[in-house]
């Protein structure tokens, strides 16, 4: 018997699956899968009165029992409230021998049993008051390609992922399962770390030259409201390109041109968004980009950072780019990679035809 393990990763996707009038998801449960949608409402506050719980969506937490799992559970418990949504809580493993298939129901009581309980305390801990209803399945089959037919079939909100620091105190260790996860997910990822707080206070986005910019910072605008964040820093960076002296140019006149260049199109894309509640300030240095970027996260002391994927379609949605892997294992904080709409169209186009 192989009970599957992230090897110091724990994943978490959201979820945007079909209501029922009782309050519950009618799926039907497969053979090898056990599906518990639970009545007991887990207590956490609305921060915009008490609207009641949408159930339309949900934000789903993929657990391989171990303690990194608990700190992505944590934030997916703290993203549920936040959005309205449910917690679906999602474990698979791989059972070699038929004889096994009892472990598939013991396990996902006991999933809810700790789900409940740890979604509670921490919810209790943040001082919410409304509920917010939590799910739990358990998946058989190898791990990766069992996780991400639940985001497909499910269409979560997001997928977060609570990984282990490396043997460097700087940096995060994103195993081979959750590098898999983050380049197939169709939706959002976040990667938590062990030390990671559920409660967002301070929120860095951070964004390039990219068609995709304004999705990702409309994403932080939205989850700043949603968690009253009243003001968000918007990292940009910038390198002096090589060639400089052949144009007859300093380094400190590259250097200067490069900067207003970028402040000239961060203040175009701050300008689309003037109306909102949410003060945006920028922070433009030099510097390589996912170094640079995870720099100012850590001095912002940021509880989460937001980062952009890049616009691909068919086999080429299947990576999400180094940049955003690097940011992520480098970056002290959470950090939440923001997949456009046709990154998202193009990576299920893809997936379909594998």
């Not at 018997?1 to 996707?13: E, H, I, R, T």
């Not at 129901?105 to 509670?120: F, I």
Request: a positive charge; hydrophobic letters at 45%.
């Amino acid at each position: 018997m192989g009970v599957w393990n992230f090897c110091g990763a724990v994943l978490s996707p959201g979820h945007s699956g079909p209501a029922s009038g009782t309050g519950r998801h009618r799926h039907p449960t497969r053979k090898g899968e056990a599906f518990m949608s639970g009545k007991t409402r887990v207590m956490s506050k609305a921060k915009s009165g008490s609207k009641a719980v949408k159930l339309e969506t949900c934000v789903m937490c993929a657990t391989d029992l171990g303690p990194a799992s608990q700190c992505a559970m944590a934030m997916a418990a703290e993203l549920a409230e936040a959005f309205d949504a449910r917690l679906l809580v999602v474990h698979a493993m791989e059972l070699w021998d038929k004889r096994y298939d009892f472990l598939v129901s013991d396990l996902a009581r006991k999933l809810k049993a700790e789900a409940e309980e740890k979604v509670s305390r921490e919810l209790e801990h943040l001082g919410k008051t409304e509920a917010v209803p939590v799910d739990v399945l358990v998946r058989q089959g190898p791990i990766v390609e069992q996780l991400i037919k639940v985001v497909i079939e499910r269409s979560p909100l997001m997928l977060v992922i609570g990984c282990n620091s490396s043997s460097r105190p700087d940096e995060l260790h994103l195993g081979g399962m959750a590098q898999e996860l983050i380049r197939l997910s169709p939706v959002s990822v976040i990667v938590t770390r062990p030390s990671s707080s559920p409660d967002i206070k301070r929120i860095v986005c951070a964004v390039g030259a990219g068609p995709d910019s304004a999705a990702t910072l409309k994403w932080s605008i939205d989850l700043a409201k949603r968690e009253r964040v009243e003001e968000i820093a918007l990292a940009n960076t910038y390198e002096v390109p090589t060639g400089y002296l052949e144009a007859g140019m300093t380094y400190e006149i590259a250097k200067e041109k490069m900067r207003r260049l970028h402040q000239a199109d961060v203040e175009k894309l701050i300008a689309g968004f003037a109306k909102e509640p949410v003060r945006i300030r920028a922070v433009i240095e030099e510097g390589p980009v996912a170094e640079t970027v995870a720099r100012i996260a850590n001095e912002e002391k940021a509880d989460l950072l937001v980062v952009g994927s890049e616009r691909r379609t068919f086999l080429a949605a299947l990576l999400l780019g180094r940049t955003g892997l690097q940011v992520a294992s480098k970056a002290q904080s959470p950090v939440a990679l923001i997949k456009s709409k046709e990154h998202r169209m193009g990576l299920l186009a893809a997936l379909e035809r594998l």
